[in-house]
């Protein structure tokens, strides 16, 4: 089956008691691990036992953590990683927290980026039967479910959309190029798995290689991310860009930073990929509205920030 | 990758031209093909040539289509087939108009399956590069992007359950069952093979055995399940159950019947399923809250109406 | 300019414990007076002390509550009672505690009906300087922010939309009538002061006389509407019709009933009225569709139960 | 009962054509008589002739109507404008078209300010004897039902508060202030008769006396400003702010501009006012969230466009 889905993300934080604030009172994340200068994360609908992990000392991302379905899987993984020519290295259980082993794969991004196959079950906080639809009581902030995806840096974005396709399975939903007359430069490209309209994605620029755009939280719906919006608001978090709907994806959107300066995403819907959909394809001169497509203005900030 | 989605439902209607009507104006699909008394449609975001079959000709489903990755998957498919033992032929290209060749099952259940590997590719309305997010022109009813899924009837939803797993490669999302002392009878079971809730479903129920429990379409959110629902009110279009939230999938829905009396159903979001993911239990006393969460009643129609 | 809105509804109730508990955890109203078996309650954006008033003993509706704007418009409402022809009587200050002196008015139907011009001045829980859009923290349940409307029953629609009109000074926005050679005879009628589709209705129905039909409360869209259906869920409260919308209003609308059996409403949205707006007129036939426009079937409920 | 709603805008375009499409086809807007260089339009859901007026030559504001409920209460108007000091002029019926006679006010702000009882009752397109929620076919655009308000601009913001409570006897719901220690200092004022946030309001400028800040449309939530926010996106509107939600008023908007660069907003719920609400109460430091308050930062246009 291969690689399942974005399993974690450890982010850098520059101070963890605001950091932590924010992912538990805005987000609404639960702390389920309390380290001190490392802290372990998850949403109220996940079930793994983590999925946001916040490590005191700069800004951006750690590493990244994609679950495959079954033991023999990180074996494929790593014979594709041969393959296509980059390092891995063997973690053990442990070296993440409820973890269990698997591979350590450098990207040609520079990223590091572990494949595993298990985590300690802990369940969704409304159970697995007879569930209700949220938890009654408890829920705090704009109270994500899940994390959704990440969109990290590269100075090569072909490379990288074949490493994601090649290593992990994964097919091209959405692609940006420079025009028509370039159409394999790949300036960014949506990666997906399943169903959605992406599980990674990857963005190209220069000396972005280990960067990160932004990591993104699940929501339901348009409503939702007023209400996310509404909360930012109150807890005086800086929106970047939205709300607004991506042309891309289809997604509804609100980009912001979280205290460190580093961006995130709410995430609600867009529509049903299938591996048999046509690609999107989007040229460079498209992408106001690619990203922003309510106002079809590209924000400045969209390709000069990243941590 | 083997079954990848439910790619068409062939549906008999009693009344052609008040199906077409129906279909077109209402629901907003577009007659890609008409001869006569048998017409075929599809969704304005569907890229394949049709999704949606109406053969004039009593009520319920005449066949499903399941889509695969490769042509090679068939022949998979038809192995698990035989392993599984049930019985299969093969079709020729053509059988089904813009349609490749493949295998037809006769499921345990007694519906006949279709397995196809590729159909004439029309397009999204809106295209491939730098796309609209819907058609500014000529959407008309509620405008249904997709077909989403189907549930169909069984006399025994174990097999019915394992053949989907075992030959399809599907997972079960969410099971019904009597109560946590028959925790192996299978009511009814919803079955995934990537991120969605359900790609199918079945529900037991005395000589239902071929039957159609209802077909879906997809909406994107409650916004548009409200839309939905002005529609059929100006349309005089009988609703079942709804506006209304499901437990089972948290999807927003309405069911409702179409003029020959086949079960309908507009279904939007819900969670966002992984293979990983614990399948959510429902006893029997539940299933009120499971099919209707917001007034926990099950309607009478939903165990006795099917077509 | 005379009256100007419901002020406060005093209901009364089987079992004061449960009803505090059902109107402050599942409707989010606050506690700001409790004497016990009479509990004070205002919704979290009410500026004045209270709107919402819980007596244990029986079950409907012990009185009504209308604000006028300046104290001397007591003496024209009293004036225009004397010339309609119903009995009034003086009410003194701190008769209902934080509030001024009044008249008390046996209407028609023979529901108490009181007029004050001052209530203590709490302010919404935003405050009125720089305020939030909502309170950060402390809303529980679905956090009504007001009441909305009452509908109250009668043996004369008739007179008591005459009274409604000619006391109160109150326009007709929607209109009930048993069919169009008929159109004097009211079966119900909405009546607004200003631009909201009603302030209070009224019903008419066999031994109606001093009825509650419902009491509404007010919610902002119709994502409220499925938020408020989803806690109802949780916390059992019976939906007696919706999630759903009024074809009169157009409001979006659940119907369900307290613990002790009073109907309740959440109510939101609907048309902007005016006084220059035609009435709307419903026949009794289409009086389905004009409570459940979605379904367009009048729920037998509507027309059998009140307290 | 005196001034009920702002009744009709006269708009001047640079390019009637232009300005017909746009205000046709994007904003839904029904033409109701076109006469070349000057066109009356009317929204499907209102009831009298046109609400607004497009005339070729120039931008900004030509003139604003306002109705009053009775002919008589044209007199008390006009000696109410008499006794404030600002100078009327009698007008005829048919100065407008399908229009009553009534007064013609300058505005201490110069504005144009017409006061009429009637214009010829054309009805809601829905009708008003068992009525549909709205039109089954030939909605276009983003189809806003009604005008909503006007923002207009002035050199002295006290003055114009006074003009409209003590003439036409509206209210003040919100006000700017530059701060704390200046109450009296009107920077902006939204005003009220009955239950909207606002039915006109009024903002402060150097010689902003006789500018236009923008017209609004109604739409009903924030689900119908996404899809506004769509057409514009499609019909390449470009969107000054949002979209958003005010902290004034709570409503859901966006700011855009028509073809001409005239401002114009869709402008969706928000709370229930009423003449007691206290008033809410805005310093000049939080105008940021008072426009938009889910990003809190005030865009540059808001305070140096007007036409």
């Known amino acids: 089956m291969g690689v399942i889905r974005l399993g ?41 036992h983590h999925s946001i992990v916040l490590h005191e000392g700069g800004i951006g991302v750690h590493k990244l953590g994609f679950k495959v379905n079954r033991p023999e899987d990180i074996d494929d993984v790593e014979a594709k990683c041969r393959a296509f020519g980059v390092t891995t290295e063997r973690m053990s259980r442990g070296d993440n ?72 399975g994964f097919y091209c939903t959405e692609r940006l190029i420079p025009d028509l007359d370039h159409p394999d430069t790949v300036l960014a490209s949506w990666l997906s798995q399943g169903n959605r309209g992406h599980d990674i994605a990857i963005i190209q620029g220069d000396n972005w290689d280990g960067k990160l755009h932004h990591v993104a939280f699940q929501l339901q719906e348009w409503s939702d991310i007023l209400h996310a919006a509404q909360i930012m608001s109150m807890d005086r978090v800086p929106i970047d860009v939205g709300p607004t709907q991506h042309g891309i994806t289809r997604g509804k959107t609100i980009y912001y930073f979280d205290p460190s300066g580093n961006r995130n995403e709410v995430f609600a819907d867009g529509y049903t990929n299938q591996r048999d959909r046509p690609t999107n394809i989007w040229t460079a001169d498209c992408l106001g509205p690619g990203i922003d497509y309510l106002t079809r203005t590209l924000s400045e900030t969209f390709t000069t920030i990243v941590t």
Do not use: C
């Open 97 to 168: 927290p409820e973890t269990s082993d698997g591979i350590r794969i450098t990207a040609p991004s520079t990223h590091s980026i572990e494949v595993y196959h298990d985590m300690t079950l802990v369940g969704s906080e409304v159970g697995h039967l007879n569930p209700e639809v949220f938890p009654r009581t408890g829920l705090t902030g704009f109270a994500a479910p899940h994390i959704d995806h990440a969109l990290i840096g590269t100075n090569d974005g072909y490379t990288m959309q074949r490493f994601f396709m090649d290593v992990f």
């Open 8 to 48: 974690y993300v450890h982010l850098r934080v520059t101070d963890i008691e605001e950091a932590k604030r924010h992912y538990r009172d805005t987000v609404g994340f639960r702390i389920v691990q309390d380290e001190g200068k490392t802290v372990y994360l998850k949403g109220w609908d996940e079930w793994d």
